[in-house]
């Protein structure tokens, strides 16, 4: 015996939810399906590009969204070493948030979650999906609460948005691939009484890895940072007191004289996180016929461009658009790719830059005569581009 919906979404993630408010908002029955209670930390760096703010107020998150939100994000700076070179970051012409800010994923999601709820939403939480069969013109997804207790579902749209380096029954991740030396694993912690000064967007570059800082809701400091497995397995035999968030906190202070000035005098305020191998690559946007991914699911890019969230909500409105709209899926692909994969390629190139004791040193001087270069590569990197018109959309997306 199953229950049958519309539209089955795994993972309740920014893609995830944002996918099921407006499938909700169409008239769609949709079943979301969640393994983690909310609400949760998550190793992320939090920003929210200005160029998704409209697409929030359309869910209908927005005035919540800014009474949490950290303060508008005005400059970027790139920091490496003792050197700290700053320039605007992009505003985003025709609107009164002009600006994009930072709101921790333990508040963004559950506002999310709770949204696609009030609009009638099954949510199925904690719950995991156990197998995913094809019945016909339906998608049969088994799933399994925290009792053992299965529940069978079924839908004809299947989306997946539960993430990228977490192993899924439909997915074609390759966390079972070998370990080797290059694998990036990321970290992330917050602290309060931190010195940052209001506005900045720190990018932090390091041999073997990069980072940033961002100051959150609540007067929380964000420090995120992605390493190499060779340079963190090198730094820790230094260091074998340490647990492995301490040790790369201490490297952060010791190579990079921002951090230290940061941190002087802050409080960490909860545990470390960390997570990997991420292997930022481009995915698969359709897998099948009525099935789909969104977010990191279906491409991820280097976490230096602070892109996630932005990807994670446009893509979702790219598929809903043609899924509850007037236009075919069949070229949702196509879309994803020619919306992402420039900013795929773009953060792959920044990360290396960064990571990479050469280029970086190459690039400084560039940077110290035009930092204007910095504005430049935000723009480039999508800060102020919005692949979908939020609100042309909310009036178009109805129930077929």
Known sequence: ???????????????????????????????????????????????????NLGLINALG???????????PLRRVAWCAGDTMIEAPLP????????????????????????????????????????????FEDQHRCTTIDPAGNALVIEAGVL?????????????????????????????????????????????????????????GD??????????????LHRWRKKHPGLAAGEAVQKLLEQEIRVVRETLRGAHREGA????????????????????????????EAHPILGEGISMAMQSAFLLCERLAGSSTTTDYATAWHRAF????????????????????????????RWPGLLSIGARLGGKVRCVVDAGKLAGTITRE
């Open 1 to 51: 015996m199953s229950t049958r919906y519309d539209a089955v979404i795994v993972g309740a993630g920014v893609a995830g939810s944002t996918c099921a408010i407006l499938l909700a908002q169409a008239g769609w029955a949709v079943a979301l399906v969640e393994k983690q209670a909310f609400p949760r930390r998550k190793v992320c760096g939090e920003c929210i590009a200005a160029s």
């Open 61 to 71: 998150i927005g005035e919540k969204f800014r009474a949490l939100a950290g303060t």
């Open 91 to 134: 505003q985003l012409a025709g609107t009164q948030q002009p600006w994009g800010s930072a709101l921790g994923r333990e508040h963004l999601d559950t506002l999310l979650l709770e949204r696609a709820r009030e609009l009638g939403a099954t949510i199925l939480q904690p719950c995991s999906v156990h197998s995913v069969d094809q």
């Open 159 to 215: 989306i997946d948005a539960h993430g990228s380096w977490q192993r899924g029954p439909f997915t074609d991740q390759d966390s079972s691939r070998p370990p080797c030396a290059s694998d990036l694993f990321a970290f992330k912690a917050n602290y309060s009484s931190a010195q940052l000064p209001e506005g900045v967007l720190p990018v932090l570059a390091f041999a073997g890895g990069y980072g940033g800082m961002v100051q």
């Open 218 to 231: 609540h007067g929380l400091l964000t420090l995120a940072c992605c390493i190499r497995r060779d340079r």
């Open 272 to 299: 470390w996180l960390a997570v990997g191998p991420i292997r930022p690559r481009i995915r698969s946007a359709r897998r099948a016929a009525g099935m789909f991914a969104v977010g990191n699911a279906a491409g």
């Open 341 to 368: 994969a420039p900013r795929i390629r773009l953060a792959s190139l920044y990360a290396h830059i960064a990571m990479h004791p050469m280029a970086n040193r190459a690039v400084l001087p560039l940077l110290r």
